[in-house]
T-cell receptor
Framework: QKEVEQNSGPLSVPEGAIASLNCTYS??????FFWYRQYSGKSPELIMS????GDKEDGRFTAQLNKASQYVSLLIRDSQPSDSATYLC?????????FGAGTRLTVKP | GAGVSQSPRYKVAKRGQDVALRCDPI?????LFWYQQALGQGPEFLTY????????KSGLPSDRFFAERPEGSVSTLKIQRTQQEDSAVYLC????????????FGSGTQLSVL
């Protein structure tokens, strides 16, 4: 079992729709959780971080964390074509950081 | 520096050749990570340093891979006797030591082994 699991997709949504991305992790001691966006040929860039159970909203993005279920999600509201990218879930159990394989999102105009 | 700097940006090696990839982290960042990213995949953890100490090297795929950070700043990832399966983007990232801190990534080195 990989430490961080994501649906590889691809996920395709129409412009203006909600995109839902999911992630599960195996290390119950994990303390910090991140969503990174990676455009083709570029390095990952941070979108959201979350540390406590519940929801955290930032603009069109909402991260959700459920430590009991070892589950993290990212919702993107009013999806735009510029959101088309690969979204990486990352988990920081202690000092290191582990990534999922990423979910490729395409937003169609 | 202003960001994490990696060099070279691109490297083409003949199979069997040794290569060295350099990472210059953000000044003052204690933690330094190396990841390998194959095309269409997420970053795979290779190794982690805290200052000059290599705390985790469990992700290094074989003994052909070696990383060092002798003075706690610049790091070098060395791959000996390169193989075609080593072709990937090698990403370096740094962060302050606190567990809640995000990683700052360099632009990566794209290694192609022919």
């Amino acid at each position: 079992q990989k430490e961080v699991e994501q649906n590889s997709g691809p996920l395709s949504v129409p412009e203006g729709a909600i995109a839902s991305l999911n992630c599960t992790y195996s290390d119950r001691g994990s303390q910090s959780f991140f969503w990174y966006r990676q455009y083709s040929g570029k390095s990952p860039e941070l979108i959201m971080s979350i540390y406590s159970n519940g929801d955290k909203e930032d603009g069109r993005f909402t991260a959700q964390l459920n430590k009991a279920s070892q589950y993290v999600s990212l919702l993107i509201r009013d999806s735009q074509p510029s959101d088309s990218a690969t979204y990486l879930c990352a988990v920081r159990p202690f000092n290191d950081m582990r990534f999922g394989a990423g979910t490729r999102l395409t937003v169609k105009p | 520096g202003a960001g994490v700097s990696q060099s070279p940006r691109y490297k083409v090696a003949k199979r069997g050749q040794d290569v060295a990839l350099r990472c210059d982290p953000i000044s003052g960042h204690v933690s330094l990570f190396w990841y390998q990213q194959a095309l269409g995949q997420g970053p795979e953890f290779l190794t982690y340093f805290q200052n000059e100490a290599q705390l985790d090297k469990s992700g290094l795929p074989s003994d052909r891979f070696f990383a060092e950070r002798p003075e706690g700043s610049v790091s070098t990832l060395k791959i000996q006797r390169t193989q075609q399966e080593d072709s990937a983007v090698y990403l370096c990232a740094s962060s302050p030591v606190q567990v809640r801190e995000k990683l700052f990534f360099g632009s990566g080195t794209q290694l192609s082994v022919l």
